[in-house]
């Protein structure tokens, strides 16, 4: 099977305790693309600048993923400054230079709209609703957002979740939206947003997911080496929605196991800056990094 992906094409620089870039490649739905790659056919929906230059489109081709979607527009391209502490959970956003995507109106090529999995990275809820809409019969369409538009588009946030099925946000973002510190309480309050199914990433802490009245966490992989967080979110969902893409199982056990897939991309992530460790993966590594996740989790065997 096939997705569909709208999100931000980016310029980040970033800062970490570890080291710092400057105007690399980033963006919601490159990280998103590129992690889902390894799993589905990804068709992306995004505005670059005329500064893009044509070796980052090049390589998201290289990954089979369909570009007919993003369009190159008079401006510069959206660009990120982030840092993070040595906790490295939270990112401090610096600056957002939303440039092409605000005058941005996506306009689906003919052979995006039968997609019927369908993915809202993070951006302007305005502009998801907008690719959402163009989307024929979508069998599941999931979301994520971040404070940006939690602070600056709730009301056009809140009509975005109304459409949703999963909504994939960080323990900040949860709490921010729902105005409860609890997350269990914040769940409760955020499904009557909308999404029938909630996943809350905590960074190092791993992911919960609540569906119904089930509860399902997930650890993340213990790594030594941790140098750049960005794009975790973003990898995590490109893992988790390009399995469920691959399967087209959306019962809570394939959902159980794409939150590995999802963990097990997030984790490949933060081991190098910009998409340097995700943009070159054998499928052995990934399937090598899921049975680690299964020998770290279970303990039925053990006397
Ligand atoms: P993550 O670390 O997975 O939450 O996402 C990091 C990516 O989100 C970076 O590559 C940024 O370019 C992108 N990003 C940051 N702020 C925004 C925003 N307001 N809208 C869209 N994308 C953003």
Redesign the pocket.
Known sequence: MSLVVV??V?F?SVKTPFGEVDEVL???A??FSTAASYFTDVSLVAVVGTDFPDKHLTFLKSRKIDIEGIEKSEGKT?R?K?EYGFELNE?R?LD?Q?NV?QSFRPKLPESYKDKKVVFL????PDLQRDVLSQVNEPALVAC?T?N??IEGKKESLLKTLKLVDILLI?DGEARELSGEPNLVKAAHIIHDMGPRTLIIKRGEYGALMFQDNRIFSAPAFPLEAVYD????????AGGFMGYLSSTMNFEEAGIRKAIIFGSVMASFNVEAFSLDKIKSLDYKEIENRFQDFRRLTHFEDLT
């Open positions: 999100g931000s980016a980040d980033g963006g919601s490159t990280y959206f990120w982030g990112a956003t957002t939303l995507f990275a993070n951006i302007d994520d971040m940006f538009w960080n967080p960005t794009g975790a979110g973003d990898c995590f």
